[in-house]
């Protein structure tokens, strides 16, 4: 099959195309290559799919309509997966407008690619922060999601709408699926793994936020990869919701369009989080305690049984073995440097 994948040069679409790539699919690229963290990091990732025949890359940015539909048009995907977007939660405090920019007439733009090329399927990223100040754990899908506490979380529940109206509309099958704190080799600088284990190995101070009492749904990139490939061929059907004991289907009533976890429902602490790391390096790390930042939530918690009943699968990769492959895979990346 072919695939169109928006973000290849980013942390999960690299890991995405990667799998694709060996199962023996055809993928395309698109990436903008933006300085929101190390360009030199993303440039390796292209660099390692450019070496299979079957991936070619597009330097573009999502914005770019013109570009983005000749690349979707001479390509033909039989799948769309939308995963580049303007990420962090803190960030989007001090540069709204970038997300805006990226997030809101990005995905746009492909929506109106989809909308004109009309490929099989629809995939797009969205994130558990659209859970927001949700008090209800675990969270489900069908879930009240209305209450975002940070501007990227906005954008992403925002890409939801836009894209339910062009599967309703131009009966468009798609899936969005929010991610839980995915971790792994080649991870994203701005994330606390990184963050955490770079200030380790050069014995500086990490921050401790939340005063280290927030949680989160951890889940490892190799999980979520399996999730989103399993999902690719649950294509959502107008009134053919998934019947399962005990779970509610996300299918909207007037679309091909649902909306899934991927996440294994095991939230654990962030101080565990922060002691395996510890473990895994044979140093203890000095911490500076801090108050939760904003746009931040406590914990996050998924309920994982729409996944499973679609697919079968629920992620389980546990921490302890999650962290030690990012560490291995640091120690070989921070060499080479």
Same mark, same amino acid.
């Given at each position: 099959?072919?695939?169109?994948?928006?973000?290849?040069?980013?942390?999960?679409?690299?890991?995405?195309?990667? /799998?694709?790539?060996?199962?023996?699919?055809?993928?395309?690229?698109?990436?903008?290559?933006?300085?929101?963290?190390?360009?030199?990091?993303?440039?390796?990732?292209?660099?390692?799919?450019?070496?299979?025949?079957?991936?070619?890359?597009?330097?573009?940015?999502?914005?770019?309509?013109a570009l983005l539909d000749?690349?979707?048009?001479?390509? /033909?995907?039989?799948?769309?997966?939308?995963?580049?977007?303007?990420?962090?939660?803190?960030?989007?405090?001090?540069?709204?407008?970038?997300?805006?920019?990226?997030?809101?007439?990005?995905? &746009?733009?492909?929506?109106?690619?989809?909308?004109?090329?009309?490929?099989?399927?629809?995939?797009?990223?969205?994130?558990?922060?659209?859970?927001?100040?949700?008090?209800?754990?675990?969270?489900?899908?069908?879930?009240?999601?209305?209450?975002?506490?940070?501007?990227?979380?906005?954008?992403?529940?925002?890409?939801?709408?836009?894209?339910?109206?062009?599967?309703?509309?131009?009966?468009?099958?798609?899936?969005?699926?929010?991610?839980?704190?995915?971790?792994?080799?080649?991870?994203r600088p701005d994330m606390?793994? &990184?963050?955490?284990?770079?200030?380790?190995?050069?014995?500086?101070?990490?921050?401790?936020?939340?005063?280290?009492?927030?949680?989160?749904? &951890?889940?490892?990139?190799?999980?979520?990869?399996?999730?989103?490939?399993?999902?690719?061929?649950?294509?959502?059907?107008?009134?053919?919701?998934?019947?399962?004991?005990?779970?509610?289907?996300?299918?909207?009533?007037?679309?091909p369009w649902r909306v899934?976890?991927?996440?294994?429902?095991?939230?654990?602490?962030?101080?565990? &989080?922060?002691?395996?790391?510890? /473990?895994?390096?044979? /140093?203890?790390?000095?911490?500076?305690?801090?108050?939760?930042?904003?746009?931040?939530?406590?914990?996050?918690?998924?309920?994982?049984?729409?996944?499973?009943?679609?697919?079968?699968?629920?992620?389980?990769?546990?921490?302890?073995?999650?962290?030690?492959?990012?560490?291995?895979?640091?120690?070989?990346?921070?060499?080479?440097?």
């Amino acid at each position: 099959m072919k695939y169109f994948i928006t973000g290849t040069a980013g942390f999960i679409g690299f890991h995405l195309a990667s /799998r694709l790539i060996a199962d023996g699919h055809q993928v395309t690229g698109y990436d903008g290559m933006t300085p929101y963290y190390d360009v030199e990091l993303k440039q390796r990732r292209h660099a390692l799919l450019r070496a299979h025949n079957s991936f070619s890359a597009i330097e573009g940015m999502l914005e770019d309509k013109a570009l983005l539909d000749s690349a979707v048009g001479a390509f /033909r995907p039989d799948v769309i997966v939308h995963l580049a977007a303007q990420a962090g939660v803190r960030y989007s405090i001090d540069h709204p407008e970038t997300y805006v920019s990226s997030n809101l007439v990005g995905t &746009f733009n492909v929506l109106e690619a989809a909308r004109a090329f009309k490929p099989a399927h629809l995939m797009l990223a969205s994130t558990s922060s659209v859970y927001g100040g949700n008090k209800k754990m675990p969270f489900e899908e069908a879930d009240r999601a209305d209450f975002p506490v940070s501007l990227y979380a906005a954008t992403k529940k925002a890409g939801e709408a836009m894209s339910h109206s062009y599967a309703h509309l131009f009966d468009l099958p798609t899936t969005c699926f929010r991610f839980f704190t995915v971790y792994g080799p080649w991870g994203r600088p701005d994330m606390a793994l &990184f963050k955490f284990v770079s200030a380790i190995e050069e014995g500086r101070a990490i921050d401790v936020y939340g005063m280290g009492q927030m949680r989160r749904d &951890f889940t490892y990139i190799d999980d979520l990869i399996e999730g989103i490939v399993l999902l690719g061929d649950a294509v959502p059907e107008r009134g053919k919701p998934v019947v399962a004991e005990g779970v509610t289907d996300s299918l909207s009533p007037v679309a091909p369009w649902r909306v899934v976890n991927i996440a294994g429902g095991q939230p654990i602490g962030l101080m565990p &989080f922060v002691e395996t790391i510890e /473990r895994k390096l044979g /140093r203890t790390a000095e911490k500076i305690m801090l108050p939760m930042q904003q746009g931040d939530v406590e914990e996050t918690f998924a309920d994982a049984s729409l996944l499973y009943a679609l697919t079968g699968f629920t992620p389980k990769v546990d921490v302890e073995m999650g962290v030690s492959s990012f560490v291995d895979w640091y120690r070989s990346y921070a060499h080479a440097h």
